[in-house]
């Protein structure tokens, strides 16, 4: 089976009956674009900019800082396409500079999009050297934690300013830069046909995404037996979101846990997934498994799951021994 596995290391994503699919990978740093593209990633499709933030002790990281990592992260990935995702801090990612408050309910409070958004020139700054890297390559920019239409409005806004900025002041800047967002909070999905029409991509975030749908925290054991991407509800979610994202003629990708699950993998080639992201050693045997499928057969096995009822009964269809 390895052998197997390292014929599909440089090879295209393809399933058996021919659709193209894409096989991103998950970093956390410029380093890691390096070891993602050795693995046989086709992009990096979540590149976690907050590890900046965390590092950077009592100072925020300055726009040139900012700019080296992302630079180099850009021309590691050597022409292919690198989805840099803006600070998500907060929640139960703390950010030493910023001096946040406790929040009493730490992940539906002050987090993400909603601190970038309050604290614009942080945001503005990054955006700037984002905007800057991007000559280097391939550059997308994805924001997290979208709740709202006006949220994305807005943050598009902080976007425009920043190019215009930098334009203004005769600085070098990518021509043209793709954004997306990350689908993770219900109430996205609820407006993922308006939202579709104005961003280049989504990206579902299912870590969140099932904390949010089911009301429970993704790190507390209490309520583990509730968290899992089997659930029918959190499944009906991400086939909602595919759906509005085809509809508008836009890709949709999954950068959660989830997507890298090789017993749900059917289920979301059967969904119409269009990438794939995931940590990068997993990619060989992912494209292995998914050259074996059929996306005509998975396109069945997802309108059988999505008629079922509880998780048990997925994870038994989807693996066919009832765990998940
Ligand atoms: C997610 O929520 O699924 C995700 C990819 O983001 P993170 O795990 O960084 O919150
Ligand atoms: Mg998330």
């Given at each position: 089976?390895?052998?197997?596995?390292?014929?599909?290391?440089?090879?295209?994503?393809?399933?058996?009956?021919?659709?193209?699919?894409?096989?991103?990978?998950?970093?956390?740093?410029?380093?890691?674009?390096?070891?993602?593209?050795?693995?046989?990633?086709?992009?990096?499709?979540?590149?976690?900019?907050?590890?900046?933030?965390?590092?950077?002790?009592?100072?925020?990281?300055?726009?040139?800082?900012?700019?080296?990592?992302?630079?180099?992260?850009?021309?590691?990935?050597?022409?292919?396409?690198?989805?840099?995702?803006?600070?998500?801090?907060?929640?139960?990612?703390?950010?030493?500079?910023?001096?946040?408050?406790?929040?009493?309910?730490?992940?539906?409070?002050?987090?993400?999009?909603?601190?970038?958004?309050?604290?614009?020139?942080?945001?503005?700054?990054?955006?700037?050297?984002?905007?800057?890297?991007?000559?280097?390559?391939?550059?997308?920019?994805?924001?997290?934690?979208?709740?709202?239409?006006?949220?994305?409005?807005?943050?598009?806004?902080?976007?425009?300013?920043?190019?215009?900025?930098?334009?203004?002041?005769?600085?070098?800047?990518?021509?043209?830069?793709?954004?997306?967002?990350?689908?993770?909070?219900?109430?996205a999905v609820m407006m993922s046909d308006l939202l579709a029409r104005e961003v280049?991509?989504?990206?579902?975030?299912?870590?969140?995404?099932?904390?949010?749908?089911?009301?429970?925290?993704?790190?507390?054991?209490?309520?583990?037996?509730?968290?899992?991407?089997?659930?029918?509800?959190?499944?009906?979610?991400?086939?909602?979101?595919?759906?509005?994202?085809?509809?508008?003629?836009?890709?949709?990708?999954?950068?959660?846990?989830?997507?890298?699950?090789?017993?749900?993998?059917?289920?979301?080639?059967?969904?119409?997934?269009?990438?794939?992201?995931?940590?990068?050693?997993?990619?060989?045997?992912?494209?292995?498994?998914?050259?074996?499928?059929?996306?005509?057969?998975?396109?069945?096995?997802?309108?059988?799951?999505?008629?079922?009822?509880?998780?048990?009964?997925?994870?038994?269809?989807?693996?066919?021994?009832?765990?998940?």
């Open positions: 089976a390895r052998d197997d596995c390292e014929a599909y290391r440089h090879a295209r994503t393809r399933t058996a009956d021919g659709r193209e699919k894409l096989l991103y990978a998950n970093v956390a740093s410029a380093e890691e674009c390096r070891s993602a593209c050795q693995n046989g990633c086709e992009g990096v499709g979540l590149f976690r900019s907050e590890f900046l933030f965390y590092q950077s002790g009592e100072q925020l990281p300055t726009e040139e800082a900012q700019y080296r990592v992302y630079a180099e992260a850009v021309r590691n990935m050597q022409g292919r396409p690198i989805i840099i995702r803006t600070f998500d801090a907060g929640g139960d990612k703390k950010i030493p500079a910023l001096k946040l408050e406790a929040d009493e309910n730490p992940f539906l409070g002050y987090r993400a999009i909603r601190i970038c958004l309050r604290e614009r020139t942080l945001f503005k700054t990054q955006l700037r050297a984002l905007l800057r890297a991007g000559r280097e390559g391939t550059l997308r920019i994805m924001f997290p934690m979208i709740a709202t239409a006006a949220e994305l409005r807005e943050a598009k806004e902080v976007f425009h300013e920043a190019r215009g900025e930098l334009l203004r002041e005769n600085i070098p800047i990518a021509e043209h830069v793709e954004l997306g967002i990350m689908i993770e909070v219900p109430s280049d991509f989504f990206s579902i975030g299912t870590n969140d995404l099932t904390q949010y749908t089911l009301a429970a925290d993704r790190g507390n054991k209490r309520v583990a037996n509730l968290y899992s991407h089997y659930d029918p509800a959190v499944i009906r979610m991400i086939a909602h979101t595919i759906e509005s994202a085809h509809k508008a003629g836009i890709p949709c990708g999954m950068c959660g846990e989830a997507a890298g699950d090789a017993s749900y993998v059917p289920l979301l080639l059967g969904l119409g997934l269009d990438e794939f992201s995931v940590t990068s050693r997993a990619i060989p045997a992912l494209r292995a498994a998914m050259a074996r499928l059929r996306e005509e057969t998975c396109r069945e096995l997802a309108a059988r799951v999505l008629r079922l009822a509880t998780r048990e009964e997925v994870a038994s269809v989807l693996t066919g021994t009832g765990e998940d």
